[in-house]
């Protein structure tokens, strides 16, 4: 039996039938929409057009930001249960490494990047080595790894505080640009370089997870790690798979929040709350809902700025946070049973 | 490298109120996580809610003794707030809720909108006095040990410990009877304890303001001490510490998180002061290790310690690794 149509056994081993499912979801997604177009036309009206399109064009290159970050949180849990409360500081770590090689060695930012993300990747990897595996094979519960995950991000995040300091920095290159303008909205050529690499990024993964047979394994075993296995699927080299690819992508939304903002040693624990709100929003384990939610939540969080003062916009994202888990706690797009 | 002055340090740590009022803070997370298995990452809001209850009361002009009612008061309706809704979500869930729930008071508390109240990020000053005013000790230095204390931080260290003590008590009291097995059910197998017709909604409700108030204590108390609040003093650090501590000492056990708040004080001081010295003699010789550093790695540390302690001590330092939590046992 051929990979595909067992997930697709799977598929329609689940609760609802897909059609239906399919259906509410669209309805879903059209109530959001209205929503968000109306809060739009509201701030369009009451505080002008041009700041309204300025704050969606930055909320959307945020959102997509988080969105990579989130991603990885979203597929991590999904496969392996663990929620990843260290997932601020592979993305810190991203850019940190970036920095590092830009500013000490010199390199130029856009291969410093790239040597980032295959570092993001390879810390994934190890961290599932030397951490994640033995945990489960020891049986820790949820509980008890959530634990462990919250001590590894202020481990890290101390690390990064010690080795950087305690300041802002930019990098090298493109630290001030000339922003663009269309028709009174500014983008930077960097951050539109951000939304387009976010947007590839978002778009390969997608593809690798529907269209090739590693990533249809990794559905697999996120739908039912047991019956994956019985199938004959290899769910540990899956899950070394997950976090290389999870941490790697964390990783490469650091750096472009490091370009087109400023690398710190808790940015990725500052956006982390952002992160979650967005996966949770869009329903962890799926990644179209972990993509819509975080651009939600970017939008949201940017677009409260025309209404409250800048240094209350993350609260407005944290509000919808709660608001989500206490109204619709398996997210936008999650299934039922992930409540408990 | 001075051994001495390393263990004074340690010592030091362990006898200020700093270490009571952590003491008191890690009994109230205790009873949330590790008697009733509730991750509330947002303890420290709780805290936040007591202490400024207390500052914003005598900022306003209402008195010490007031500040206390309502610091009680703010924290309760601060638990109720968050746990009303969100005790019915899965753990991870519930983590969620709760440390977003606390950063948006600690963001709105330091915000130049709440500032006329609050003080924003410069925080409020000097609302204890009426406290101090108490002090029978008067203004002379006492020994304790080795460790030089001012009579007002006796007093204090008295009042904390007595309150410490009284907490415990009361929590030993309600937790060794019927209640307490009920936590242990919650916290093992909720959907047995919902079947023996127990109100699992309910008891949750209880544990998270129960929780809230001693918490809201220990604020109180860092506040006095320090004659200061301010919104950075509660980020989510201080839950993560708590945790630390709570592990560090065992979970589900009525005592062991002072025994753990005093081991983790007398660690970290100790660590510091090694630390400080070390960054003291790189600075010294011109190295990168400096005073930032050191600071950060207590931090890094405390992150280590809590990875290896749930590894390897799961079930804290003081409880055999061999004796599970207590259990529960139905008797017939």
Do not use: H
Request: charged fraction near 10%.
């Amino acid at each position: 039996m051929s990979l595909s149509s067992q997930t697709k056994v799977l598929a329609l081993g689940a609760k609802e039938a897909p059609s239906k499912r399919g259906k509410a979801a669209r309805k879903r997604i059209i109530v959001v929409t209205a929503v968000v177009i109306v809060v739009l036309i509201a701030g369009a009206l009451t505080r002008g057009t041009t700041p309204m399109l300025q704050s969606v064009v930055d909320g959307l290159r945020l959102g997509l930001v988080l969105a990579l970050i989130g991603v990885g949180l979203s597929l991590i849990f999904s496969t392996t249960g663990i929620f990843n409360f260290a997932q601020g500081e592979f993305a810190t770590l991203g850019a940190g490494v970036a920095l590092a090689l830009n500013a000490s060695v010199g390199m130029p930012v856009i291969p410093a990047i790239g040597i980032a993300v295959v570092v993001g990747a390879l810390f994934g990897i190890v961290s599932e080595k030397l951490l994640w595996k033995p945990l489960r094979a020891r049986k820790v519960d949820t509980i008890s790894t959530l634990v462990v995950a919250i001590g590894l991000g202020i481990a890290l995040r101390n690390l990064f505080l010690a080795l950087m300091g305690g300041s802002s920095r930019s990098y090298t290159e493109f630290a001030v640009q000339d922003p663009l303008n269309f028709g009174g909205v500014s983008v930077t050529p960097k951050a539109l370089a951000s939304i387009v690499v976010s947007l590839v990024a978002l778009g390969l993964l997608a593809l690798f997870l529907k269209r090739t047979r590693a990533g249809q394994a990794i559905r697999a075993v996120a739908d039912d790690p047991t019956l994956a296995s019985a199938t004959g699927i290899a769910t540990g080299r899956q899950l070394i798979l997950v976090w290389a690819i999870g941490s790697a992508l964390a990783a490469l939304g650091g750096t472009l929040l490091g370009l087109v903002e400023q690398v710190r040693w808790d940015m990725g624990n500052q956006v982390l709350l952002l992160v979650m709100a967005g996966v949770t929003v869009g329903g962890l384990g799926t990644v179209l809902g972990a993509v819509i939610g975080s651009v939600l939540i970017g939008i949201v969080t940017q677009a409260s700025t025309l209404w409250i003062p800048a240094e209350l916009k993350y609260v407005t994202a944290l509000a919808v946070l709660v608001l989500i888990l206490l109204l619709r706690p398996q997210g936008l797009f999650g299934r039922r049973e992930r409540i408990g | 490298m001075d051994g001495m002055s390393i263990l004074l340090d340690g010592m030091r740590a362990v006898l200020a109120p700093t270490c009571v009022a952590y003491a008191i803070a890690a009994l109230g997370l205790n009873l949330q996580f590790g008697f009733a298995g509730l991750i509330n990452l947002g303890f420290a809001g709780s805290m936040a809610s007591g202490a400024y209850g207390l500052a914003i009361t005598v900022s306003l002009g209402g008195g010490f003794w007031l500040g206390l009612l309502v610091a009680l008061m703010a924290s309760g309706l601060f638990s109720l707030i968050v746990a009303l809704p969100t005790v019915r979500l899965r753990a991870d869930y519930l983590a969620m809720t709760t440390i977003a729930a606390a950063e948006i008071l600690r963001l709105v508390l330091r915000s130049s909108w709440a500032k006329p109240l609050t003080g924003g990020v410069y925080g409020l000053q000097r609302f204890a006095d009426e406290f101090y005013a108490l002090n029978p000790f008067g203004a002379s230095q006492y020994a304790l040990g080795f460790i030089i204390v001012s009579g007002r931080t006796l007093w204090l260290l008295v009042v904390s410990w007595a309150i410490l003590a009284l907490i415990a008590l009361g929590l030993w009291l309600i937790l060794r009877g019927p209640w307490g097995r009920q936590l242990a059910g919650v916290r093992e197998d909720e959907s047995l304890v919902t079947s023996f017709g127990k109100n699992t909604f309910l008891i949750k409700i209880q544990v998270m303001l129960i929780g809230g108030l001693i918490g809201a204590i220990a604020g109180v108390i860092l506040a006095v001490d320090q004659q200061n609040v301010n919104p950075d003093n509660f980020a989510s650090t201080i839950t993560f510490l708590l945790f630390a501590i709570v592990i560090l000492g065992g979970r589900a056990r009525v005592f062991t998180p002072i025994l753990g708040a005093a081991v983790f004080w007398l660690i970290i001081a100790m660590t510091d002061s090694v630390l400080r010295q070390l960054a003291e003699v790189s600075a010294a010789s011109g190295g990168w290790f400096g005073q930032g550093q050191a600071g950060a790695t207590r931090y890094i540390l405390v992150g280590i310690v809590l990875i290896l302690a749930i590894i390897f001590r799961p079930n804290g330092l003081f409880i055999n690794s061999g004796a599970p939590l207590r259990k529960v046992s139905v008797k017939v």
